[in-house]
């Protein structure tokens, strides 16, 4: 595979076609984008689990989509 663009392809190889893979680059960026705490204003706020995003640093926990969080 080659390197730079579709580096988060890695996982999947040359499984499952082209859509799917392209699907879950994108989904797979959008999900570990830096994100700044609406509340402390770090950068450290991230998913917990499905729906669930917290800020490591003070703690703010917001329900919000599965991949993206819209404050």
Known sequence: ???GKGASLKGLGQKYGLK???KFTAVHRLLKTKRRC???GSIQFGREAVGIWVC???GF???GMA???KL
């Open 56 to 58: 490591k640093k003070c």
């Open 20 to 22: 799917p893979r392209k």
């Open 38 to 40: 609406p509340d402390c």
């Open 61 to 63: 926990k917001v329900a």
């Open 1 to 3: 595979m080659a390197k």
């Open 67 to 69: 991949y993206d969080v």
